[in-house]
Nanobody, 125 residues
């Protein structure tokens, strides 16, 4: 069984930065890719980015490319999402998840078997 706990969300002004952390327990963290998704009120959950099990491969949604960076901290069993140059449209609940189906993390939420509870990110204009 895998448990995921996100932290680091909060309120930030446009142009600011936040770093989200996803703390994982269980063996799956080390052998499967991890993804980040977000969901704004009234909208579907959307892919943000993902990282391979080794940490050597990452890919991102076009909307965050160049602003967000995903990394692994294997010593702490966590995955980090560094968010820079934040925009009001980045406001959402952010979730981390484990993908047991692909090499570097699917862009489809249906591929992810385990999810955290989410952390709120609010960007003010």
């Amino acid at each position: 069984q895998v448990q995921l706990v996100e932290s680091g969300g909060g309120l930030v002004q446009a142009g600011g930065s936040l770093r989200l952390s996803c703390a994982a327990s269980g063996r799956a963290f080390r052998i499967y890719p991890m993804g980040w998704f977000r969901q704004a009120p009234g909208q579907e959950r959307e892919f943000v980015g993902a990282i391979s099990w080794s940490g050597g491969n990452t890919h991102y949604a076009d909307s965050v490319k160049g602003r967000f960076t995903i990394s692994r901290d294997t010593g702490k069993n966590s995955v980090l999402l560094q968010m820079n140059s934040l925009k009001p449209e980045d406001t959402a609940v952010y979730y981390c998840a484990v993908d047991e189906t692909s090499f570097d993390g699917s862009t489809l939420s249906s591929a992810y078997a385990y999810w955290g509870q989410g952390t709120q990110v609010t960007v003010s204009s």
